[in-house]
Structures are given as structure tokens and as C-alpha cells.
């Protein structure tokens, strides 16, 4: 026995009326300034042991449940056993503080059925006119089966995965990550809550539109800017016209100085649902530029018009300089990821949430001598791709200036002189460092018996931090090769695939690990309470860039390009097995997958960055 709620809402100038027949709603009439006048028809499903409904007023979004819950009782049902079900109050009036009485706009459709059931709820514009019948049973079911076998065709056109070998079930696994990363595309509206050096307090971003993906419906329903350059190197797979106009949203929420918030938490809902620490987005803050990876996947397919390439040339620009401004080193041609806790005594390793990487190890204490090898190759990266929309849309002056910015980033011999550590013989961050530091419970007091204990980090040795290479080895240590700024003839490429290999380093039979085994972070708390997230699970978005690179290599002449096309054969076999497994066993994709079993891990479904495991079986890169 199963209770479903299904409620409609409007949070603005909306009516809602329910039509009953026989104590039980069969139709929802309603009118929006939005929408116009529209119709939702409720078909009875079988095997209803009970129903119930609530009409009533909501003041916003995030007050339903709330409200929900007062409107709900107990009930005895008839028959045998005397089961109980839950009940809704059905017309309740609510009042504003004057007395005057609030039009309903919440309706909440109750029903306890047994399993199994199917519940059909139909939705109808009053601006349409053209449809005979409404879609509900055998019309729904005839139409849905047309437009499954359009999807069907489509699919195999775009991802030739029947044509590649893959057995049907495997198909229909790629066709669910695909469907549930575009089902996951939503338009929100809102302000984000942001801060600057210019401000005491944070204020409201201006309200504004996104059209985005998320990364998991349930868990984040929000648009991340790190995730969503990695949703559209799929979603532009399957439709570069979505792909186009999500980037474009994206690329309006830039502001006078080039900066885009990292997560668009837009409005009061959706603050609700986020925990304060992260609600306050600050101006010098950055996040990976992750979109100039479809935008050059598309502008390499030749997708992408000119007059488009001049639409975003301006924004991208003035983000560009943004990053190349605030996000500089100290010394020339170094970056380092702004807005990590200097003064922090909680963390074992402060987080670079702005990294995109959390808890990643880097410099144990942070300070303005950092230099970050992953932000180095993301501008490098960027600097490649401005060159050629420049040259695109016939802006030469610019072309030159990006092309010499993009040859200067990505001199292997500077990028050697400032990252590659010559005592751990891999790429590095480098900073106000020391790995003798541990978490330790102190008393808050220590001169009074009794009082409370806190963890703090302390430092174990009296010669403290120095500057150095920070050498923990992992996804950062691989970014040369990864955004493929590493030249294919270069020896430090075939230390890195040696290295990747390694099954004591990053190699798992189930994907690339985040950090190293060998790492002393490696599956560390970072706190009392925070388990490790980046020190050793495996991501399937780095994973992805890493099968990419892999496949760069493996088709570029060059010593290594045996090798690479070995490892290229071997990971991607990995990653699509184990991912493939665990969805049979679990019915979900994962946030990340744990690097000693395979199994998932963290949020679920998480139908964002790990669906590029389809593009992994297509062979698209």
C-alpha cells in the first residue's frame, strides 16, 4: 500500500478550482497570468483503497509541505484489518492578516493505492484547440509509442551504440542517462545572493533567467557552472540548438567586471533548500570556465554560426579577462584559485571549492604564493579557443593577442619550470606547504575542568610550512594531459600514462581515482564530519577528460601513441562496465563510484556529468 501526493502550485497571480465528482477530484481548472486559462484531468486509477484532496492558499513555493502537513489526518479504512491511510482536508480557506479571504492556489491530489498502480495526470493549454481527444489511455499510450520510436531512431543516428555492439539493455541504459540529463533542463528566475570588498553585507544579484541543466533533480536542482559545461558537451550532442540557447543563458548572468556566480541559487525557494555557507556567491570568486569545452566542441563540428560566435565573443571575453586578472599568481603566468579559508583551524586541508575539486589536497596553508597547475591549463585551454572564434568572425587583432596568449600558457617549458615537481616527477600545485598536520579534539577552555572539545587542525612538527611543491598526486597532477596542453612527444607524457596506470596510484578496475593510494590524504577526513569527497572516489567528469585525452593521444604521431591507445582501450572499458553494472544492480547513476569495489556513491540519481558515460560508449569526443 502506497500514499501519492501529486499537488499543483503557482506562486504568482494563479487560480486554481478543482472539479468534484462524487467526493473525488476528476479535473483541475485553473488561470495564471503566465499560462493563460488551462486544464489538468485526473484518469481514476485502479486500485485506489482511498482518496482525498486540499484546495488552499500557499504564500510561496517552499511553504507547501508545511502546509501539507497541517492539512493531515489519520484515517481508518473499511474492510478486513482496519488499515489506517492518510487524509487531506479538502476546501480550506485561508485569510491574509486583514481578514480578507486568500484565492486557492495549491491544489493536492491524494490517493492510497496498492501496488502495483499507474497514475495518469494530463495537462491541456486552453490555447490549444487542434487535439480531438486528451491524452490520457489508449491516445497517450499510441502517441507515446510513435514518439519512442522517433527518440529510438534519433538515438542510434546521433550515438550509433546498436551499430557499436551494445547489447539492447546497454542501449536502453544509455537512452535512460541521456533522457534524465535532458528532462533535468529547467527554467528558473530569481537573484543570487552575492558579495564584493565594495560591500558589509550581501545583496541581491539582479533577477534574471537561466535556462540550465542540473545535476541531480532531487539532490541539487540548481545550475552549477562547473557541471554545466560537462552537461552540454551531451546535451549538444543530441541537440546543439538547446546546448546553444543554455550557453547563452549562462553567458547574460556575466556582470560589468566578467564575473558569472558559480551556483545560481535564484530566489527564496531555492535558498531554502541550500545551507548558508553556500548560499553567498563572492565576486572574486571563480569556478572552472568548464563551458568553453562544448562551446569548442561545437565550434570544431563547424555547429555554431557566425553570428552566433559574435553574440557570445563580447561575454566570453570579458570573462576571459576577468579570470586573467583576478585569478593571476605572483609570479608571471602562474594562476591560483581565490576564496580558500586562511584563517581556518577546522579543516585538515582547506577546501578550493572554487576549484570545482572541494577537498582536493593543496597547499596546507593558503596564501597569495599559490600556484595551481589546473587553473593554469583551464586558461591556456581558453586562450586556444578565443584565438579561433576570433579568427571566426574575423576579429584579427584579437585572434593575434589570444593565439600569442595561448602559445605563451601552453610553452611546456614554462609550464616545467613553475609545476613540474622534480622530486615527485609528476605535474604539481605549488604553496605554503607541509604534510605534518593532523586533526586533534582540544578542549574550547583548556584551563577549566570540564569544558567542551572542538577539533582543530595542528601543525605536528616546530618547522611548520614552506614554500614547495605541495605533490599529492591526482586529477590536478594529470591536467596537462587532460586539456591536452602537454605536447605528444614530451617524456613527461609517458611518465604520466605510467603513472595513471599504476593501480598504487590512480589505476582502479572501475575508473581513474581522484588521489592516490599512496597520498597521505587519500580517503581522509577533512573535518570531524567531512568525509572525503576528491581523495580517491572515482568522478566520471575528469574520467571523461581523461578518456578525451586518451584519444588525442592514441590518434596524434608521437612515441607514446601506442601506449595511450592501450590505456585508452582498457579505461573506457572500465569505466563503461562498472558504471553499466551498478546501474542493473542499483537502478540509479551516481555522483561518484568508490575506487576498491566499484559500487556508487553519494548523491543518486545523479544524471548530470556522469551521463557522459554515453558519449564514453559513442566514441564522441
Known amino acids: 500500500m502506497v500514499s501519492l501526493l501529486f499537488y499543483a502550485t503557482h506562486e504568482g497571480q494563479a487560480q486554481l478550482q478543482p472539479v468534484v465528482n462524487k467526493k473525488m477530484p476528476t479535473e483541475l481548472h485553473g488561470h495564471s497570468p503566465e499560462l493563460g486559462s488551462f486544464k489538468m484531468y485526473f484518469a481514476s486509477p485502479p486500485k485506489i483503497m482511498y482518496s482525498s484532496f486540499l484546495v488552499t492558499h500557499t504564500p510561496n513555493l517552499h511553504s507547501v509541505k508545511d502546509i501539507v502537513m497541517r492539512n493531515i489526518r489519520m484515517v481508518k479504512l473499511k474492510g478486513p484489518g482496519k488499515q489506517q491511510a492518510l487524509a487531506l482536508a479538502g476546501h480550506v480557506t485561508s485569510r491574509d492578516q486583514d481578514g480578507r479571504e486568500l484565492p486557492p492556489n495549491l491544489f493536492v491530489q491524494h490517493w492510497t493505492l496498492q501496488l502495483p498502480f499507474v497514475v495518469e495526470v494530463a495537462f491541456e493549454s486552453g490555447s490549444f484547440l487542434s487535439r480531438g481527444e486528451r491524452l490520457l489511455g489508449p491516445a497517450f499510450e499510441s502517441l507515446r509509442e510513435f514518439y519512442s520510436q522517433k527518440f529510438d531512431r534519433k538515438f542510434e543516428e546521433k550515438f550509433s551504440l546498436t551499430s557499436k555492439g551494445f547489447s539492447e539493455k546497454q542501449v536502453q541504459f544509455a537512452q535512460a542517462a541521456l533522457s534524465n540529463m535532458v528532462g533535468g533542463i529547467g527554467y528558473f528566475y530569481g537573484s543570487s545572493k552575492v558579495i564584493s570588498r565594495f560591500f558589509k553585507k550581501p545583496v541581491d544579484y539582479w533577477d534574471s533567467p537561466l535556462y540550465t541543466a542540473v545535476p541531480s533533480r532531487p539532490f541539487f536542482p540548481r545550475g552549477f557552472l ?203 600545485d605549488y604553496g605554503n606547504h607541509t604534510k605534518l598536520v593532523k586533526l586533534v579534539r582540544r578542549s574550547v577552555q583548556p584551563s577549566q575542568p570540564g569544558s567542551p572539545k572542538k577539533t582543530v587542525r595542528i601543525v605536528t612538527s616546530k618547522q611548520g610550512p614552506s614554500l614547495k611543491y605541495v605533490n599529492a598526486f591526482g586529477y590536478v597532477s594529470l591536467f596537462p594531459f587532460l586539456l591536452q596542453i602537454l605536447d605528444p612527444a614530451s617524456p613527461k607524457l609517458e611518465k604520466i600514462l605510467k603513472d595513471l596506470k599504476d593501480p598504487e596510484r590512480l589505476w582502479s578496475e572501475y575508473g581513474l581515482r581522484s588521489l592516490s593510494k599512496s597520498d597521505f590524504l587519500y580517503q581522509k577526513y577533512n573535518t570531524e564530519h567531512d568525509a572525503p569527497y576528491w581523495r580517491g572516489a572515482i568522478w566520471i567528469n575528469i574520467n571523461y577528460l581523461a578518456v578525451r585525452a586518451l584519444d588525442y593521444y592514441a590518434s596524434n604521431t608521437g612515441p607514446y601513441q601506442s601506449m595511450a591507445k592501450d590505456i585508452y582501450t582498457d579505461l573506457r572499458s572500465n569505466l563503461i562496465s562498472n558504471i553499466f553494472r551498478e546501474y542493473q544492480r542499483s537502478g540509479f547513476v551516481w555522483e561518484q563510484y568508490d575506487d576498491i569495489a566499484g559500487n556508487g556513491k553519494g548523491s543518486h540519481p545523479f544524471t548530470g556529468w556522469s551521463s557522459l558515460v554515453v558519449l564514453m560508449m559513442s566514441e564522441h569526443f
Not at 228 to 248: C, R, V, Y
Not at 316 to 339: D, M
Not at 400 to 422: G, I, Q
Open 226 to 428: 562547473w557541471d554545466e559545461g560537462f552537461h552540454q558537451l551531451l546535451i549538444s550532442q543530441w541537440d546543439e540548438s538547446i546546448s546553444k540557447d543554455i550557453i547563452g543563458h549562462w553567458l547574460d548572468l556575466i556582470n560589468i567586471e566578467g564575473w558569472i556566480p558559480r551556483e545560481q541559487i535564484l530566489g527564496d525557494e531555492a535558498r531554502t533548500k541550500v545551507p548558508s555557507d553556500f548560499v553567498v556567491q563572492h565576486n572574486e570568486n571563480a569556478n572552472p570556465p568548464t563551458l568553453i569545452l562544448p562551446i569548442k566542441s561545437m565550434v570544431d563540428k563547424g555547429v555554431l554560426d557566425e553570428g552566433y560566435l559574435r553574440k557570445i565573443f563580447p561575454r566570453l571575453k570579458a570573462w576571459f579577462n576577468w579570470f586573467n586578472t583576478t585569478q593571476l599568481g605572483n609570479l608571471p603566468s602562474t594562476y591560483r584559485w581565490h576564496g580558500r579559508d586562511v584563517n581556518t583551524d577546522k579543516e585538515l586541508n582547506p577546501k578550493t571549492l572554487t576549484s570545482g575539486l572541494d577537498d582536493y589536497p593543496r597547499a596546507s596553508h593558503p596564501s597569495d604564493d599559490e600556484r595551481h597547475v589546473d587553473l593554469r591549463c583551464w586558461m591556456a585551454f581558453a586562450a586556444s579557443l578565443m584565438a579561433n572564434i576570433a579568427d571566426a568572425v574575423g576579429e584579427k587583432s584579437d585572434a593575434f593577442l589570444y593565439r600569442s596568449t595561448s602559445d605563451y600558457l601552453s610553452d611546456n617549458k614554462l609550464l616545467d619550470k613553475y609545476h613540474w615537481s622534480p622530486k615527485a616527477e609528476f605535474y604539481s
